[in-house]
């Protein structure tokens, strides 16, 4: 049994109020669509193919997946958004899967039983059913007194008494790829103005056709996004669902609820994570750290061991065991190594720390490779930009950066070198040399002083 896809995704979504189609509004960072590709896709043997309408150039646009697409020019239902599929699949799948774009949770799992539902009866359409008190607008099964389903009203246009009927059609189905484009043909408008596909339920049953109905029994999968306030529901739904997958591979949330993290983050053993802490992208968060509260984590590698209080960190690396924040600002290219310490204020963009070098209080380091134990006094900053170019600035291992030094780059500050509070530093310094002043000038150690006087007196 060969089996085809089709997902629909050219309603007008007007209840959104939004001038980006529904199907592309991101949820947990992807487009809502791309959810229903995923499933789809692991539960038939050719690739979906999507139907678009509204805003179709948009939505083409921000889908990336391996799909094909059917366009309807016209949103005149569901019933004739599905014929748009046929010069696409006529003839080519036995049996064909039937989702909408709007439903993100549904499972691979539950499309899978439903294929195989169908795959193992002989009439032409099986289809998903949830019990629940909550009608959320969806359409009811009706059934007759033996039990055996002969048709779905929508709400639009249901008697009072169908309204209190609380098995509804999830929306999902599978039907014969060759009696499904006839039957469409069958449809009739409905006093709404359009062709529902629920109608196909009805065309079987008046054909004498056996059509079987697979019960949800997690209600949640069920859950269909129409407007704004279900996006949030569904989203806390699938951030709860990460998180417990979290927790369970031994990361500690101090209250789940407030912390945001993507899908496509890893997190280490023992690490906790404190509220208001945001996860996002290729993350990889090693074990035994401590995070947040108050802490952006994108796009970045963080060892063992590190704790981040308060901090926003974007493309940004750590190794082991280093300690930042509160407010500290990593931007692209930072990369810290071990036992780095960033206290409070400090931003960092494109620049190598080295083992164990401090950066204290109010700093600004840009385009920058600073080596191992350098100490980074407060309020020292990188002059990188000369109003045309971004230029570097390099500090050899165990150098002292007194207070408040600017380093007017390109410059070069060897090893065991000091530069003195205040001092801006617009020319080279040499190993173990101690310039200082505005601008900065080389002036001997008191050690060294101390020798040379000692050899005048010998002399
Ligand atoms: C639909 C079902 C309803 C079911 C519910 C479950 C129909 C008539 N009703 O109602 O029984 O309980 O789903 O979620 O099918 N679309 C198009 N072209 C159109 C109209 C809609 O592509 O002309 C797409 C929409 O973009 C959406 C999907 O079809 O992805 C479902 O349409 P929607 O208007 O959301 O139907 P519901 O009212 O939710
Ligand atoms: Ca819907």
Known sequence: ?????IILAAGLSKRMNSATPKVIHPLLGK???SYSIEAAKAASDVPPVVVVGYAGDKVMEAIHAEVQYAFQNEQLGTAHAVMMAEPLLKGTVDQILITSADMPLVSANTLRELVKIQS???GPMSLVSILTNDSRGFGRIIR???????AIIEEKVATPEQLTINEFNAGIYCVKSEWLWDALKKVKKSPVGEFFLTDLLEIAVQANEKVSILQLENVEEAIGINNRVHFAEVEKIMRRQINEKFMLSGVTMIDPDLVYIDPTVEIGRDSVIYPDSYLRGNTKIGENCTIGPGTIIEDSSIGNDCRILKSVLEGAELEDHVEMGPFCRLRSGAHLASHVHMGNFGEVKKSYLGKGTKMGHFSYIGDATIGENVNIGAGTI???YDGEKKNKTVIGDETFIGSDTMLVAPVNI????????GAVVTRDVGDGEKVVGVPAHVIKNKKDEEKEDDKSRKG
């Open 382 to 384: 990188t002059c990188n």
């Open 120 to 122: 193992l009866h002989d």
């Open 414 to 421: 060897g090893k065991n070198a000091v530069t003195g509070a």
């Open 31 to 33: 487009p809502l669509l």
């Open 1 to 5: 049994m060969r089996t085809g896809s």
């Open 144 to 150: 007759d007194r033996s039990g055996n389903a002969r």
